[in-house]
């Protein structure tokens, strides 16, 4: 019978949709097979080879008559089963092939979200349930007229809820009942598993694509002047799906997923399908955009739940499906539509269809695989899955799966002899040409680790760590041990190594079962005896080290003879012995012949001194005089240098004490000064104060050995300093390195400094910088060596900085809280300690002459709490010879004084060469009498004058000197 024009096109727009339906399995398996991995590929193109098949046949037998038969309470129907069409029953024929295709494409959803675990034989038993149940139960109630939703008007014009929903929701109970992929959430966190070809799983992407005209535009079953519309809103929705998914990544991360892209397209193409006739093509764009982003979140918040989708089918299929059925009661054309529902309506019956479905299609599916999984797993396996569902399943080989099973071989039978065979002209031939030129490698190092080993002078063993006997021995181990191989190799490591020289067998095995399971991969040493084969014992030095050969762990052990070393540290513990001895005796007889000679010194120096003062008085006797000095200075010398040598033997010998207590350190440095002054200035130098009496406080120490080391140390500034300047600066700080409280002083000069070569050995006793010093400056070279030992017997240290022509900071750092354990000596010698005193202010110093004691006690009070060191002197007479001594930076003097008035302590000062440059300011009730001598003074100022105008005065008067000086 001839057909009509219009029907034979039709016929034929069917069959060509039906084709792209078709072509749209073949865009599954190439993204299915291109998501997972190598090992499980053949699987998952063998399940939606198998799947299409299977459902085709099933819908042939019952599934078409449940969809499309004569409805039972809108719920399945009830004839056209196993239907048998006529050669002229064409329309049904191209309606049933359609219909078959949409039903394979609902089944092999599940093929690819269940990747990777899920058993074939499983999988075909749902794929019969999915095409035989489940799909025409949903596909009635929405697309057989008389079914309970089609009624109500729902819409779902291709399938985004029958078809793609469907197989969503199955995939979504099956994932839960098999659960996630082995090692995906390793650790609680999600790991992505790399497919084995993403361009092949993009290429399906595209495949389905132009498969989806066909599913969409052969929905009419006619080719109608709608149909270029829905092919036009089919393109859009992927579009939109694509462009959607490119925005979502671009505003979550810095760089594009592929899988998302991919992912969104799917899903744009899902979200379009149930109202594909219905949406114009603008809402078309968005209801796809939408449908990637709700995917990609949906896929997102799967990955949170650990459920674990291999393609992300279910994000795709059934959440981009949900969506695209609520989409056409939101967008769609309601005259197209043609429900006579409003839009209101349209979405709550959508809502309804969407429900019903996922009760269906979850609700069936979970409980049916429930009920298998308690009688047979679902799932493969965990060997299985290991190896791959292409072996496992289906015994079917790849050149890489050959190149693994070799490799494994290899690694089992730990031969690096061998070799693996190499394909030439493909893939995994290369890589097992790049695995045997590692073994090549691998071979060489193992070999030069093995000549190391067996070359070695040291003794090496490994030790089980399970029963610690000794599993290997190199050459050196037997020759060291005396004993055969056979002997040693399985005997447990307590029968060749001890402890303790003296300790049994069985504690020595108690302590090295103690002692052995603590060592790490660091290594611990220990000093052990060994045992030979004749019983004797022997000193060894053991390192053990916990070492791991791929899962196994055990002890590596290197040992050495220590015999020679032992013997020649005992010989050194005599000779040191013998050396303690003498240098104690030597400290006793240096500590007697002192106190000896003491004695007698002290009769001389006291007679001499005595001499002195009686030769004075006799007139014929005076020339006697200086002799006497000569005889007291040099008992006054012999006896220093007699107190040096003592206080060194007491320390050496360990006898030297302290007294810690609290101690103020301005007071002491004030004191100190006093007692220095005269000494500094006999060579014409200035002694400089820098320091804050109230800043430094009180801190824990011996004040006498203080006072000492600082006498000493200015001693020697002033003695190696002319016409210079000596510097005594204090001040606290917190040093981080060796966290605690320190007070620093520093004793600087500007004297003749000292080389490298001479500060290397400064400390040391009995030496001087050099022959020449020691004749021009005298000394015995004990001085430093002394303090040196009082400061470190007080917790502290002393450090030196030298320039030769320059001068010489010697700096002594003092714990405030005392000398205690917690303080970490080792980063005190290693020159950790520093700290400047640059912001600690010079205190200079002002003299004030006047015979008015209130006065003076009241300006000196002012002068002080300002900052200034004042030196009040109330006698014109002892004017110079203080002076002479403390050389001020200030003097104010009064003019009118009984005894030498200012006139002539002026004259005084003005022909003195370290007072010359000094400035003066006089003060006078009357100082227009102040005649012809302005060019001596800096200023003449009228008394009476306030004690706060003085220090303003006091203040500007120095400014103007330090001015003066900068400029010259």
């Excluded at 092999?108 to 149940?133: C, D, K, N, V």
């Excluded at 779902?156 to 839960?176: K, Q, R």
């Excluded at 409980?367 to 292409?390: H, P, Q």
């Excluded at 302290?658 to 000064?673: F, H, Q, T």
Aim: hydrophobic content about 45%; charged content about 20%; proline content about 3%.
């Amino acid at each position: 019978m001839d057909l009509e024009p219009s029907t034979a096109i039709n016929f034929i727009w069917i069959g060509m949709c039906a084709l792209l339906v078709l072509l749209m399995q073949a865009g599954f398996l190439c993204l299915e097979s291109g998501l997972t991995r190598t090992k499980n590929n053949i699987n998952v193109a063998l399940k939606n080879l198998s799947d299409l098949g299977v459902s085709i046949l099933i819908l042939w037998g019952f599934s078409y008559g449940f969809i499309f038969g004569d409805s039972m309470f809108g719920i399945f129907g009830t004839s056209q089963f196993f239907p048998s069409f006529a050669s002229d029953e064409g329309e049904a024929i191209c309606f049933f092939v359609y219909q078959a295709l949409f039903c394979g494409t609902a089944v092999t959803i599940l093929s690819g979200a269940t990747a990777e675990r899920m058993q074939f034989r499983s999988y075909i038993f749902f794929a019969i349930i999915i095409s035989g149940l489940i799909y025409p139960v949903c596909a009635h109630a929405s697309w057989n007229g008389a079914g309970w939703l089609a009624k109500m008007g729902f819409v779902d014009f291709a399938g985004g809820t029958v078809v793609h929903s469907v197989g969503g929701w199955v995939s979504l109970a099956v994932l839960l009942l098999i659960g996630p992929r082995l090692g995906i959430y390793e650790g609680g966190k999600y790991r992505h598993v790399n497919g084995s070809n993403l361009p092949t799983a993009m290429l399906g992407i595209l495949i389905l694509w132009f498969g989806w005209f066909g599913f969409n535009g052969g929905s009419f079953f006619e080719l109608n002047k709608n149909v270029p519309g829905v092919l036009l809103v089919t393109m859009f929705g992927g579009a939109g799906g694509v462009v959607g998914s490119l925005a979502f990544e671009a505003f979550r991360n810095d760089r594009i997923n592929v899988m998302n892209v991919m992912t969104g397209c799917i899903a744009g193409l899902v979200a379009i399908t149930a109202g594909a006739h219905a949406i114009s093509p603008m809402f078309a764009i968005l209801v796809g955009a939408t449908g990637a982003i709700v995917a990609n979140f949906s896929a997102v918040l799967l990955r949170r739940l650990r459920i674990d989708d291999a393609v992300e089918a279910i994000p795709a299929h059934l959440c981009a499906g949900i969506w695209g059925t609520l989409a056409v009661g939101i967008f769609g054309d309601l005259s197209i539509l043609g429900t006579g529902l409003s839009r209101i309506n349209q979405i709550g019956v959508q809502g309804l269809g969407i429900l019903y479905t996922g009760l269906v299609a979850f609700g069936l599916s979970f409980a049916i695989g429930k009920t298998i999984n308690r009688f047979r797993s679902l799932r493969v396996s965990e060997e299985d899955e290991k190896v791959g569902l292409n072996i496992s399943e289906h015994n079917a080989a790849t050149d890489f799966h050959d190149l693994f099973i070799t490799m494994q071989d290899h690694s089992q039978l730990k031969d690096l002899n061998s070799r693996i065979p190499e394909e030439p002209f493909t893939e995994a031939g290369m890589v097992a040409n790049l695995y045997n030129r590692v073994l090549n490698a691998l071979e060489a190092a193992v070999n030069h680790t093995h000549t190391v080993v067996n070359t070695a002078m040291d003794g090496i063993v490994t030790i089980s760590k399970d029963d610690l006997t000794i599993q290997s021995i190199n050459p050196a181990a037997v020759a060291i041990l005396e004993q055969p191989t056979e002997a040693i190799v399985g005997g447990e490591i307590s029968s060749f190594f001890r402890i303790g020289n003296e300790t049994s067998q069985g504690e020595n095995r108690d302590q090295l079962r103690r002692i052995i399971p603590s060592v790490d991969s660091n290594g611990t040493c220990l000093a052990v005896w060994g045992k030979r084969k004749n019983g004797q014992s022997f000193p060894l030095e053991l390192t053990l080290a916990e070492a791991v050969d791929t899962n196994e762990a055990f002890y590596v052990g290197v040992f050495r003879d220590m015999t020679e070393r032992y013997q020649a540290e005992l010989r050194l513990m005599q000779e040191k012995e013998k050396a303690d001895r003498a240098n104690k005796a030597k400290s006793e007889f240096l500590a007697n012949m002192s106190h000896e000679l003491r004695t007698p010194l002290n009769a001389i120096i006291g007679y001499s001194e005595i001499l002195e003062m009686e030769v004075e008085e006799e007139e014929e006797l005076k020339t006697m005089c200086d002799d006497l000095k000569t005889i007291n200075n040099a008992g006054h010398h012999l006896l220093s240098i007699i107190n040096d040598v003592l206080d060194i033997s007491k320390i050496e010998a360990g006898k030297m004490d302290v007294l810690i207590e609290p101690c103020e350190v301005g007071n002491s440095l004030i004191a100190v000064c006093d007692t220095i002054q005269p000494k500094v200035a006999e060579r014409n130098n200035k002694l400089v104060r820098r320091f804050d009496i109230d800043d430094l406080g009180s801190i824990s120490t011996d004040e006498t050995k203080l006072k000492q080391i600082l006498l000493n140390l200015m001693s020697n500034s002033a003695k190696f300093t002319k016409g210079g300047y000596i510097e005594l600066a204090a001040a606290k700080f917190f040093d981080q390195p060796t966290d605690c409280e320190w007070v620093h002083i520093r004793v600087s000069d500007t004297g003749i400094g000292m080389t490298q070569d001479q500060l290397g050995k400064v400390f040391e006793a009995f030496t001087q910088a050099s022959a020449g010093t020691t004749k021009e400056y005298g000394g015995t070279g004990l001085g430093l060596t002394i303090c040196q030992a009082y400061a470190k017997m007080l917790g502290g240290e002393i450090t030196v900085q030298s320039e030769p022509g320059v001068g010489t900071a010697l700096n002594v750092y003092l714990p405030v809280n005392g000398p205690g354990e917690n303080i970490d000596y080792d980063k005190i010698r290693a020159g950790a300690l520093q700290h400047r005193m640059d912001d600690v202010p010079v205190r200079k110093v002002v003299a004030l002459i006047d015979d008015d004691v209130d006065t003076t006690a009241l300006y000196g009070r002012y002068l002080e709490k300002a900052g200034y060191e004042c030196i009040i002197i109330n006698q014109g007479t002892r004017a110079i010879m203080e002076l002479k001594t403390k050389t001020p930076d200030l003097i104010i003097l009064d003019l009118v004084m009984p005894g030498a008035d200012g006139h002539a302590v002026l004259s005084q000062v003005r022909t003195h060469p370290r007072l010359l440059s000094t400035p003066v300011v006089v003060l006078s009730a009357e100082a227009e009498k102040f005649h012809g001598r302005l060019d001596q003074v800096q200023d003449v100022v009228k008394k009476p004058i306030s004690p706060e105008e003085l220090v303003l005065k006091t203040e500007q008067w120095l400014n103007a000197t330090d001015d003066l000086a900068l400029s010259n």
